[in-house]
């Protein structure tokens, strides 16, 4: 009786490979990718979606490919592609789950890894970004490549050579 019992089970298991397919049970159709930056606090994008600030987890299908983006006031933006490859539950998949495990792997995704599993932006300051520090009354003059769109024009310095 229990040679009957394991073998319900081999039975089970190879049953669940045709049906399932491998890589889909052994890691899912989603894939964890971690987000951190420095400094922290950037604003994260998928695919133009926001997905909240660093620290942070993402959750991603792993069938797709991905266009993060992170940006920070005063720092130029930080963008990488998740991209896919072939897992190496595949080979779980050719041994056990023949063609109907890897065709349910292909549909679901489950055949898939995303890379890099882990994103980490180092932020470099932008040249246009002037940040003044000083708060005594003085005046005090930014001097930059590119004004951002949303500063407002409050004057315009004239030589005196001009004005003759």
């Keep these: 009786m229990p040679m009957n019992a394991a073998l319900r089970s081999l039975s089970t298991v190879v049953l669940m490979c045709l049906v399932f397919g491998c890589g889909t049970i052994m890691q899912g159709t989603t894939q964890e990718v971690g987000v951190t930056s420095n400094p922290s606090d950037a604003t994260v994008a998928v695919n133009g979606e926001s997905r909240g600030t660093t620290p942070l987890v993402l959750d991603l299908k792993r069938k797709g490919t991905y266009l993060v983006t992170l940006e920070l006031d005063g720092y130029e933006p930080y963008e990488t592609t998740l ?31 995303l890379t890099p599993e882990q994103i980490v932006a180092e932020f470099r300051r932008t040249e246009s970004a002037a940040t003044i520090l ?27 050579e001009s004005e003759m």
Excluded at 84 to 110: H, K, M, Q, Y
Excluded at 140 to 158: F, H, S, T
Aim: net charge neutral.
């Design 83 to 113: 991209t896919r490859s072939t897992s190496g539950w595949v080979w779980g998949n050719i041994l056990f789950g023949g063609l109907a495990g890897l065709a349910v792997d292909a549909v679901t995704g489950g055949m898939y890894k």
């Design 134 to 160: 000083h708060d005594d009354g003085g005046i005090y003059i930014a001097v930059v490549m590119q004004p951002r769109a949303d500063w407002e024009k409050i004057g315009v310095l004239r030589s005196s």
